[in-house]
């Protein structure tokens, strides 16, 4: 079985933003691409409130460009140990020293990049929400900006084209920046004479 998901804005749901659990995980494949997620599992420090769940060993999980925003307390990502787990090119974010709870053990940032090797290409930091409890798009000074990698998608939440500059950006939106002003002379007038 092959789960995607994507381009998905998950907010303050109580519980974890995204799970995966099941008894053939096995046998399941799972992408997790461009999503933004803002304090879900705000429900206390257990070790499944996390905006990413997983209780089961997926047989292929590839994580990428996606905001893990935590609530004090909770995780961006708790997972048992994966075996064939890809996890790069995500922000990760929360008043936690600890944002990761993986196989049992709160984990750090410098455990998760430098022992597990994930997220080489990721952040631990505020990805600048533009209004998170309103607006999930993000900021001109975001870290999210050029900062993910492709995955084949074309278009971001709002069917905005993917990428806008260089690189795709981290998250379900694709930075717009700031309206341009129209820089185009007007034509000349037409019928006029000039004695």
Known sequence: MILIIYNNLIWDNGDQAISLYSTTGGSVTAKIYNNSTYLNGTLGDNSWFAELYIQENIASLDIRNN???????DYTISA????????????????SGNPFYYNGTERNWSYWTNTLGKDIHGYNSN??????SADMSIQSTSPAINAGTNVGLTQDFDGNPVPQGPAP??????YQGAAQPDTTPPAPPTGVTVN
């Not at 140990?81 to 996890?87: F, I, K, P």
């Not at 990805?127 to 998170?132: A, D, F, M, Q």
């Not at 950006?169 to 694709?174: H, R, S």
């Open 67 to 73: 905001i893990f925003y935590a609530g004090a307390g």
């Open 80 to 95: 048992v140990a994966q075996s064939n787990m890809t996890c790069d090119y995500n922000i990760h974010y929360g008043p």
């Open 127 to 132: 990805p600048l929400y533009v209004n998170p």
């Open 169 to 174: 950006d981290i998250g379900a939106y694709e």
